[in-house]
């Protein structure tokens, strides 16, 4: 069993930037897929930002491409979000997902708000 836990989330003015970390327990998720997701008010869930556990390549949707950074630290079993330029479309709760051949684990979720 994977807890994960999304911290980082809060109140920025566009054009502001965010950390969000994702710290997991229970398991190392070194060798986990993990992506970040996020829902806005009465929108579907979307994938945001993805990373493979074997290569370390990075993945993003189109929308954040330039502005938005994943990255990991294995030793701390840790994922970030590093998101730069923030735009009012970018509030939304953001998910943490960490996804191991049958096994899919989601945190709560943070939430990011952009002001104006």
């Known amino acids: 069993q994977v807890q994960l836990v999304e911290s980082g989330g809060g109140l920025v003015q566009a054009g502001g930037s965010l950390r969000l970390s994702c710290a997991a327990s229970?398991?190392?998720?070194?060798?986990?897929?993990v992506g970040w997701f996020r829902q806005a008010p009465g929108k579907e869930r979307e994938f945001v930002a993805g990373?493979?556990?074997?290569?370390?390549?990075?993945y993003y949707t189109n929308s954040v491409k330039g502005r938005f950074t994943m990255s990991r630290d294995n030793a701390k079993n840790t994922v970030y979000l590093q998101m730069n330029s923030l735009k009012l479309e970018d509030t939304a709760v953001y998910y943490c997902?960490?996804?191991?051949?049958?096994?899919?684990?989601w945190g709560a979720g943070t939430q990011v708000t952009v002001s104006s």
């Open positions: 997902r960490a996804v191991f051949s049958a096994w899919s684990y």
């Open positions: 229970g398991r190392t998720i070194s060798n986990y897929a």
């Open positions: 990373i493979s556990w074997r290569s370390g390549t990075t």
